[in-house]
């Protein structure tokens, strides 16, 4: 590694601030790219528009007969699978 030779301390305030610009900017680069990974973990919207469309089917008069129908359709699954 090359050792520079500096006439001023503008040039070594120069480099400094250069330095401190590329820490920066892969500071940057580093925080975007967890910000990403956060946001890829994080559920997306697709998971509240089915809490919202199985809030909206299970509500009301359907709701109800959904609810009720439920039990009946999960016994005749089992006992479809027994054979009976």
Known sequence: METKKYS???EIDR???ILNLEKELYYQKMKLSFDKT???LVPSKSVSFVGDLYQKVFSGTYGTIFRMLIP???NWLINRKRGN
């Open 8 to 10: 001023s301390y503008a």
């Open 15 to 17: 480099d400094l601030e």
């Open 38 to 40: 956060k946001e890829s």
């Open 72 to 74: 009946y359709v999960i």
